[in-house]
């Protein structure tokens, strides 16, 4: 059974960093490939970021230059690593695995960690 | 970018009642559109995907319906578990998702 499990989320002031760890079991994180989608409060949610079983790597506009995607394939774990960090990153980030048939799209998801961007 | 856009953003119904919640897309997905369902402090579920295609192991009171830019969810016969927040997802060009449609109880 795919589970994911997100940790590493908290307050943190703007300009600051955090790193978001995903535990992932039931597959292998070497071989997926893996997103990140968050939703802010109020907000639908919002793809922020993947990375595809080549290593290949894409970011959302609003994170592109602040945010690096990467996992541990010995841990089997998925990372996001948050820098400069603003109030509208405010949101609960959810780590997913993605499907391909045709297109790529998401189907686990894990509960989500709340990140909170203030002063 | 692709926008998306569902309506409505909230919908009051009863159990048994059947419900249908729309998705259109700013330019054609073609059929690239996933809908999942989502509860408060919950991990998000994927129903449909290819717009029309059941996850394996959701119930078959729900279907999909649509291409190129209009998509519907319906639900037909609306059940105590349904109660929930659903959110479409196209995947043709990066992903990007609609606002959600909350399913509250009458």
Redesign the interface.
């Known amino acids: 059974e795919v589970q ?1 499990v997100e940790s590493g989320g908290g307050l943190v002031q703007p300009g600051g960093s955090l790193r978001l760890t995903c535990a992932a079991s039931g597959f292998s994180v070497s071989s997926s490939s893996l ?1 990140w ?1 968050r939703q802010a409060p109020g ?5 922020v970021s ?1 990375i595809f079983g080549d290593g290949s790597t ?1 970011y ?1 506009d609003s994170v592109k230059g602040r945010f690096t995607i990467s996992r541990d394939n010995f841990k089997n774990t998925l990372y996001l690593q948050m820098n400069s960090l603003r109030p509208e990153d405010t949101a609960v980030y ?1 780590c997913a695995t993605d ?1 391909v ?12 960690t709340l990140v909170t961007v203030a002063s | 970018d692709i926008q998306m856009t569902q309506s409505p953003s909230t919908l009051s119904a009863s159990v048994g009642d059947r419900v249908t919640i729309t998705c259109r897309a700013s330019q054609s997905i073609s059929y690239w559109l996933a809908w999942y369902q989502h509860k408060p402090g919950k991990a998000p579920k994927l129903l449909i995907y290819k717009a029309s295609t059941l996850e394996s192991g959701v119930p078959s009171r729900f279907s999909g319906s649509g291409s190129g830019t209009e998509f519907t969810l319906t639900i037909s016969s609306l059940q105590p578990d349904d109660f929930a927040t659903y959110h479409c997802q196209q995947y043709s060009s990066y992903w990007t998702f609609g606002q959600g449609t909350k399913v509250e109880i009458k």
């Open positions: 994911l997103s989608v907000k639908g949610l919002e793809w993947i894409h959302a959810h499907r048939d045709g297109r790529v799209f998401t189907d686990h998801w894990g509960q989500g």
